[in-house]
């Protein structure tokens, strides 16, 4: 049996009240894709009431602990050691245009150091979630990040940029935390990109590192200005060599 903290177990149940709200707003989408008003304000507004599902959720157990959203910013409480690190919706085109593909993301980070990350998939119905000295895991099976070593056997993926500037085989999937999540897992190799948010990255850092992966040091960056790469152990050196001049 599995043995996660208590932190780790009020975030996937908070993911999963949120998703629910997630789906049933999914299929309302299709509908509003043939609208003359369009999906756009609704997908705001999916987004804002998530985030405030999530928060509420947090808060029930760690009143004092304080948080850093995408859709809010800063909200600064008691405890400013303990922050949650929240993307309600990673991929709000995608689900704009009714792709299934995006995610809840929250990380816990105490000081400088994240403890705990998780990323949900609703959709799919995967999640992933990892802690600090304590591994990452599927659904509750160990991920592992892949083992190949040559580029050529590789997939890589980051944004337009990344995909525009690098040559290796590459990807472009609109959700930054399930690329992350995928690397973990071994189904990508490797991601980058410049200038993405912490909310974005924070929860998929930890995964990757958990999962025997690397990832550069992010804390020299501000917190909607990092620049990012990460991937496998096997592979990272011959990743970078391609990223000298991105």
Same mark, same amino acid.
């Given at each position: 049996?599995?043995?996660?903290?208590?932190?780790?177990?009020?975030?996937?149940?908070?993911?999963?009240?949120?998703?629910?709200?997630?789906?049933?707003?999914?299929?309302?989408?299709?509908?509003?894709?043939?609208?003359?008003?369009?999906?756009?304000?609704?997908?705001?507004?999916?987004?804002?009431?998530?985030?405030?599902?999530?928060?509420?959720?947090?808060?029930?157990?760690?009143?004092?602990?304080?948080?850093?959203?995408?859709?809010?910013?800063?909200?600064?409480?008691?405890?400013?050691?303990?922050?949650?690190?929240?993307?309600?919706?990673?991929?709000?085109?995608?689900?704009?245009?009714?792709?299934?593909?995006?995610?809840?993301?929250?990380?816990?980070?105490?000081?400088?150091?994240?403890?705990?990350?998780?990323?949900?998939?609703?959709?799919?119905?995967?999640?992933?979630?990892?802690?600090?000295?304590?591994?990452?895991?599927? !659904? &509750?099976?160990?991920? $592992?990040? *892949?083992?190949?070593?040559?580029? %050529?056997?590789? =997939?890589?993926?980051?944004? @337009?940029?990344?995909?525009?500037?690098?040559?290796?085989?590459?990807?472009?999937?609109?959700?930054?935390?399930?690329?992350?999540?995928?690397?973990?897992?071994?189904?990508?190799?490797?991601?980058?990109?410049?200038?993405?948010?912490?909310?974005?990255?924070?929860?998929?850092?930890?995964?990757?590192?958990?999962?025997?992966?690397?990832?550069?040091?992010?804390?020299?960056?501000?917190? !909607? &200005?990092?620049?990012? $790469?990460? *991937?496998?152990?096997?592979?990272? %050196?011959?990743? =970078?060599?391609?990223?000298? @001049?991105?």
């Amino acid at each position: 049996m599995l043995s996660i903290s208590a932190n780790l177990n009020i975030m996937i149940k908070a993911a999963e009240k949120a998703s629910k709200s997630i789906i049933r707003d999914f299929g309302e989408i299709e509908k509003l894709q043939v609208s003359k008003k369009g999906p756009h304000d609704f997908v705001t507004k999916t987004d804002k009431h998530v985030e405030k599902i999530l928060i509420e959720e947090l808060s029930k157990t760690k009143k004092n602990y304080s948080f850093l959203t995408e859709e809010t910013g800063i909200i600064k409480n008691k405890d400013n050691e303990n922050t949650w690190i929240i993307d309600p919706i990673d991929g709000t085109t995608n689900f704009l245009h009714g792709i299934p593909h995006f995610a809840i993301s929250i990380a816990l980070m105490s000081k400088d150091e994240l403890l705990s990350g998780l990323i949900f998939d609703p959709i799919k119905d995967e999640m992933f979630f990892a802690e600090k000295n304590n591994g990452a895991f599927l !659904n &509750n099976q160990r991920l $592992r990040v *892949s083992k190949k070593n040559s580029l %050529d056997e590789c =997939l890589f993926s980051s944004n @337009n940029e990344g995909v525009k500037f690098s040559n290796l085989n590459m990807r472009c999937s609109g959700s930054a935390s399930l690329d992350l999540a995928y690397v973990a897992a071994g189904r990508l190799d490797g991601y980058f990109q410049n200038k993405i948010n912490i909310w974005d990255v924070a929860a998929g850092i930890l995964m990757i590192t958990e999962a025997g992966g690397i990832v550069n040091d992010i804390h020299k960056f501000e917190v !909607n &200005n990092i620049d990012i $790469r990460a *991937s496998s152990a096997a592979i990272n %050196d011959k990743m =970078l060599e391609n990223l000298v @001049n991105f």
